[in-house]
């Protein structure tokens, strides 16, 4: 097979005429202006056919694609076409070899593939004579061209880096919620910098605001739900559509808290760098902290690798939170006759058969702990009593405040620990960053250091400052919770139910409510009209004595639980 098509080389036309192909390219538009155009290289293509005596059949325009690397469309194109013998092409002309290939290794590879159908290389503008001394000369022009592109690679790398320190951006798209704007201009070089898109941003603040609390009190929305709301009103994303994708990425960007990391991608591999190559940008703040870490945290506790989609979406009141007290399991919906009675059922019992059995009417149990929630802790005399009970200021508190702000303090020292080492494998190449499995372990981390700063310093605000909670602020959130949790739709309701009740522990006789005591304290102080941004923390958990947390189930328990 490669006789006979070595014995075709040059073929010629039946006017004794080549059949020739041009291939053309350029790297960046910039170079299409003021350096080496298109039509330059089409003009000499042509005048190279001339002098040869050659029919050019086809020219392959390939625009902005770098030579060291063969991912180009238009270069496939013509080695499928030039190398097809249906074609008879006897020669492949460029502009300069460099036009080809600037990697010496898939230039020789390439020309080797040419010449094994039959067909020519040859430059427009470099004369290299045939035999193995011209072999030679190319072969050096290839490797200086692949030499002269790691060079000029390397300089534009480091100028753009230095222009990243000095906190400039460098000319990919900006983040979603930001444009460029010209900040200096250095020598006919543009400087710019991100400033906010008023229009982007509000619709990235809408996003976080969703994911948090809904639209018009429906309640957290997931992503797919989220990326219905915004197409169906008309909202795009840079003039297209939203996808899933794109929001779910809108809501883990660090930019929006105005931190930017430049380098982080290696152009050519698409492989995450080393975080020491890593440079930090400031750029403008579009989403308070505590807003995107509540975001975060909610994101991962949504994971269905770690809670179940029912869990996050389910219309049961207690879904997540109930727990059958013998069997230390969650309590699971049953429902009988065709769904018009809903119970309360001991997983263990229902998905093994192996449990105590227990269960009780859903709405039942719902009254009870909402019952329960509104006289134990919303009625404004004992939430006033729990608020000044964790507001008290006596040696004995300060003692434990004291206690809680050194542990406080070594958890995050222990956490940012965990980054570096996380960070020092990543150098030290034991693990790549984008192993998803790795990435959740950094995020966790950072999310922790975020976490339990932000608790540090709290902490350090109640040792050294007492809350001031008026009567009639208490009083003004005892009323809008109590009212929220009767009268809001049952999705509303679970979630506001949720930033107050970690757990519902459910025995033969009596119910055991237990939940985050500071939550309490921070919702009461920013009162009602902010407490609908309010997000569950990991706090101690309120009203821990036995008598306190129990609340009686009716006399006519033991039937229900039949």
């Known amino acids: 097979m ?75 194109r013509m080695l499928e076409f030039a190398c097809d013998p249906a074609n008879q092409i006897g020669l492949v002309i460029v ?10 290794t898939q230039y020789l590879q390439y020309k080797e593939k040419l010449k094994q159908a039959g067909v020519r290389l040859i430059s427009a503008t470099q004369d290299i004579p045939e035999g193995p001394h011209g072999e030679l000369m190319e072969t050096i022009l290839a490797a200086f061209d692949g030499h002269q592109s790691e060079v000029n690679a390397s300089v534009v790398r480091d100028m753009m880096m230095a222009n990243a320190e000095e906190g400039y951006w460098n000319g990919s798209a900006p983040p979603f919620g930001y444009r460029t704007k010209v900040a200096l201009v250095l020598r006919r070089k543009e400087k710019k910098v991100l400033e906010i898109d008023e229009e982007e941003a509000a619709i990235v603040t809408k996003v976080f605001r969703l994911y948090l609390n809904g639209h018009e009190g429906s309640g957290p929305m997931g992503i797919k739900a989220i990326t219905t709301h915004l197409n169906t009103k008309g909202y795009r994303y840079r003039r297209k559509a939203f996808y899933t ?33 890593w440079i930090r940008m400031e750029v ?22 770690k809670t179940a989609p029912r869990v996050v979406t389910g219309p049961t009141l207690l879904t997540g939170i109930a727990v059958c007290e013998r069997c230390s399991r969650g309590m699971m919906l049953r429902t009988g006759k065709g769904g018009q009675y809903k119970y309360l059922t001991c997983a263990k019992s229902a998905t093994e058969g192996t449990g105590c059995g227990h269960s009780i009417r859903m709405d039942k149990v719902d009254e009870l702990v909402i019952q ?17 009970a964790m507001t008290d200021r006596t040696d004995e508190t300060r003692q434990q405040l004291e206690v809680e702000i050194e542990r406080q303090r070594i958890a995050v020292t222990e956490a940012q620990s965990r980054l570096d080492r996380l960070y020092d494998a990543i150098e030290a190449g034991v693990a790549e960053l984008h192993d998803s499995r790795f990435k959740d372990r950094i995020d ?21 400052v007492k809350a001031e909670l ?59 009209d902010s407490a609908r941004n309010i ?15 129990v609340w009686p189930l009716p006399s006519e328990g033991s039937a229900l639980s039949s």
Not at 39 to 53: H, S, W, Y
Not at 246 to 261: F, P, Q
Not at 540 to 549: I, K, L, P
């Open 2 to 76: 490669t006789m006979a098509i070595a014995s075709r080389a040059w073929p010629k036309t039946k006017a004794n005429r080549l059949r020739a192909v041009g291939y053309c390219r350029v790297s960046t538009k910039r170079q299409a202006d003021h350096q080496i155009s298109l039509e330059e290289q089409e003009k000499k293509i042509d005048a190279t056919c001339v002098l040869r005596d050659a029919d050019l059949v086809e020219t392959f325009i390939e625009p902005g694609v770098t030579a060291r690397v063969d991912r180009r469309p238009e270069l496939k």
């Open 95 to 104: 502009y300069s070899f460099s036009r080809f290939f600037r990697n010496v």
């Open 444 to 464: 966790l981390a950072k999310l922790q250091i975020r976490e339990g700063s932000a608790n540090l310093e709290a902490l350090r605000q109640r040792w050294s």
């Open 245 to 277: 994708a794109s929001v779910e990425r809108i809501l883990k960007n660090e930019a929006y808290i105005g931190i930017h990391y430049y380098n982080r991608i290696d152009s050519r591999t698409r492989k995450v760098r080393p975080p020491s190559e």
């Open 372 to 388: 329960a929630i509104e006289e134990q802790v919303f009625a404004p005399d004992r939430l006033t009593a729990i608020l000044e």
């Open 284 to 305: 403008p703040v579009i989403v308070d902290q505590e807003t995107f870490d509540a975001v975060q945290r909610t994101l991962k506790s949504r994971n269905p690798k």
């Open 535 to 549: 997000v569950p923390t990991f706090a101690r958990e309120w009203r821990t004595r036995h008598d306190s947390n």
């Open 470 to 528: 008026s009567p009639a602020m208490v009083r003004r959130f005892s009323s809008g919770i109590r009212r929220r949790l009767r009268d809001a739709d049952p999705s509303f309701r679970r979630n506001w139910l949720h930033l107050f009740v970690s757990k519902v522990t459910i025995g033969r006789d009596h119910i055991r409510i237990c939940g985050p005591k500071d939550q309490l304290l921070k919702a009461v102080s920013e009162e009602e």
